[in-house]
């Protein structure tokens, strides 16, 4: 098999970048004037959620100091919801691997998995909310605004889904309820507009990252304006989301998948194939033909949901998978396919051989290959001698070095990632 030369790109990531993040949460919410509402030994149950963010740890105890400054009790609740096999020990690992622990924040945390029904929608499905957050004089969430791998329209990730999903425990088979009348924006703001009415929330920060994952926007906000702030946060998001710059690829490698990256292990938004399994949909950005994912991140604790939307994979991804786990968060989800084991081999060479099999009449050293170290790390990949030209006229893409070959091992794999941080 003859492979194609490959060369190192970098993508220059616009966006705003919040150097003193502290300081800047601290700002936003002395905006709100929170002392109006807040009692001296008032207890402030902070929900913080799975999806991991640049400087999660500074955030929370930004929060965390205002409402000691306030002489409140701040502690904080996981709002993680219905994702598999979840327990208080479960709870403890997600947050852990964010570096979230009652030492880097400065409060305590109050674990717990129990929650109570305070009311639910017309089409009957009931409405849960943290039992250890309604114990609390008020609830504050916090949350990333981004682009969600599954759901569309003006609410995606962000506080909404934190209150519905994370503090809610809204699970995809109770989405599915109302599928097809309702979209998920239906929903959450449904649920919003109820626990409005039921519940103790006092406010919320909103937080945008740039595309080279720093912190970009904060914006605090009390509870009846987050449907009109986080629709505006949302479009910020998605003006500064990364992408691939190719539309067309035959070969993407992708070094590891993980929760750490997406709850679908990488984000759709970035690799395409939102609407479908294995394919991209008309006019879907970018139209990738083979996916390849290489490894599980180190943190992802056997957790590999997603590994179905790939066609191959390395032998040693399935080794390191826990069958269980990565089936039940793919049944809580809503999307067993997820689980689904794509072809696999031991090493890199025989993917490659596989793969180049599969892209027609292209001759195999004429493929268009990009190799990304995971979803979340846009800045610097590797790409195939075809983009070359392209690239070259491009004014935020630059070519770092020369051509080369792949470089295999006497095994037949490639070295692990693509360019090693700086």
């Known amino acids: 098999m003859r492979y194609p030369l490959m060369f190192a790109l970098r993508q220059k990531l616009h966006g705003p970048k919040i150097e003193d993040v502290p300081a800047a949460v601290?700002?936003?919410?002395?905006?709100?004037?929170?002392?109006?509402?807040?009692?001296?030994?008032?207890?402030?149950?902070?929900?913080?959620?799975?999806?991991?963010?640049?400087?999660?740890?500074a955030i929370v105890k930004a929060v965390v100091d205002h409402f000691k400054h306030l002489e409140a009790s701040p502690?904080?609740?996981?709002?993680?919801?219905?994702?598999?096999?979840?327990?208080?020990?479960?709870?403890?690992?997600?947050?852990?691997?964010?570096?979230?622990?009652?030492?880097?924040?400065?409060?305590?945390?109050?674990?717990?998995?129990e929650t109570r029904i305070l009311g639910q929608l017309p089409e009957g499905v009931p409405i849960h909310f943290a039992t250890q957050a309604l114990a609390a004089d008020h609830t504050f969430v916090l949350n990333r605004v981004n682009l969600h791998p599954v759901f569309h329209g003006n609410v995606q990730s962000g506080v909404l889904e934190i209150i519905a999903i994370g503090l809610g425990d809204l699970d995809a088979t109770q989405l599915r309820v109302t599928e097809g009348e309702f979209s998920f924006e239906d929903i959450a703001r449904a649920v919003h507009k109820l626990i409005l009415k039921k519940a103790n929330l006092l406010a919320g920060l909103m937080i945008v990252q740039s595309g080279d994952q720093s912190t970009a926007r904060v914006q605090?906000?009390?509870?009846?304006?987050?449907?009109?702030?986080?629709?505006?946060?949302?479009?910020?998001a998605r003006k500064l989301f990364p992408r691939l710059p190719f539309k067309f690829i035959d070969i993407l490698l992708v070094d590891e998948i993980g929760p750490a990256f997406d709850c679908l292990g990488a984000d759709l938004n970035v690799i395409g194939r939102k609407h479908h399994a294995?394919?991209?949909?008309?006019?879907?950005?970018?139209?990738?033909?083979?996916?390849?994912?290489?490894?599980?991140n180190r943190i992802s604790r056997g957790n590999a949901t997603g590994i179905g939307n790939a066609e191959f994979v390395r032998?040693?991804?399935?080794?390191?998978?826990?069958?269980?786990?990565?089936r039940l968060n793919s049944l809580a989800i809503g999307m067993p396919t997820l689980a689904a084991t794509p072809i696999d081999f031991e090493t890199d060479k025989e993917i490659l051989d596989a793969a180049l099999a599969l892209i027609g009449l292209t001759p195999?050293?004429?493929?268009?290959?990009?190799?990304?170290?995971?979803?979340?790390?846009?800045?610097?990949?590797?790409?195939?001698?075809?983009?070359?030209?392209?690239?070259?006229?491009w004014k935020d893409l630059s070519v770092l070095g020369g051509l080369h070959a792949f470089d295999f091992d006497p095994h037949g794999n490639l070295r692990d990632f693509v360019i090693e941080p700086a």
């Open 26 to 57: 601290d700002a936003e919410l002395s905006t709100l004037n929170l002392g109006s509402k807040v009692r001296a030994g008032d207890t402030v149950a902070i929900a913080c959620g799975r999806r991991p963010m640049a400087n999660y740890v």
């Open 75 to 113: 502690f904080l609740v996981p709002a993680i919801g219905s994702h598999g096999p979840e327990t208080t020990e479960r709870q403890r690992e997600i947050l852990q691997d964010s570096g979230i622990n009652e030492r880097t924040v400065g409060a305590e945390i109050r674990w717990s998995i």
């Open 220 to 236: 605090a906000a009390f509870p009846e304006e987050f449907v009109v702030k986080e629709k505006a946060m949302l479009n910020l």
């Open 278 to 296: 294995h394919t991209a949909a008309d006019g879907e950005f970018p139209q990738i033909k083979t996916i390849v994912y290489r490894d599980l």
């Open 315 to 326: 032998s040693r991804l399935l080794q390191k998978t826990e069958v269980r786990v990565t």
């Open 364 to 393: 195999p050293e004429k493929a268009r290959i990009a190799w990304i170290r995971n979803t979340s790390s846009l800045l610097d990949f590797e790409c195939s001698e075809p983009y070359l030209e392209e690239v070259q006229h």
